[in-house]
């Protein structure tokens, strides 16, 4: 096992929010409710990157703010029809998910 850091974000509707990450690349790996009707725990990842998406409340605040880091900013750009932005380490742009959350995503120039 290697360890890594998996940032927690907050949802309202954990379906919703998996088919929005989907259109980033992410891909839902597994999900848990202690029981049927109770809030979701979902996980995604693209390659590497990792995602937990909770409906439980207290678990995270709305307006977090995840940097990720890809080799095509340009393709996330297209698809969201926004224009990337030169900053002296990458070329980003920022999306906010359906629910708030502030995802900066950048191709590293450097």
């Known amino acids: ?12 509707d954990a ?14 790996q597994w999900e848990h409710r202690f029981a049927p009707g109770l809030p979701a725990f979902v996980e995604v990842a ?9 409906e439980h409340e207290g678990d995270a605040r709305p307006d977090t703010l995840v940097y990720l880091r890809v080799r095509d900013v340009e393709a996330i750009a297209g698809e969201f029809g926004v224009a990337t932005e030169e900053a002296p380490w990458a070329r980003e742009i920022e999306l906010r998910d359906p629910d708030g959350n502030r995802l900066r995503i950048g191709t590293p120039t450097g």
């Not at 290697?2 to 309202?12: A, D, G, S, Y």
């Open 1 to 12: 096992m290697h360890e890594e850091v998996v940032p927690i974000l907050r949802v309202e």
């Open 15 to 28: 379906a919703a929010a998996v088919a929005w990450y989907e259109r980033l690349g992410f891909t839902r």
């Open 46 to 54: 693209r390659g590497g990157v990792r995602l937990f998406l909770s």
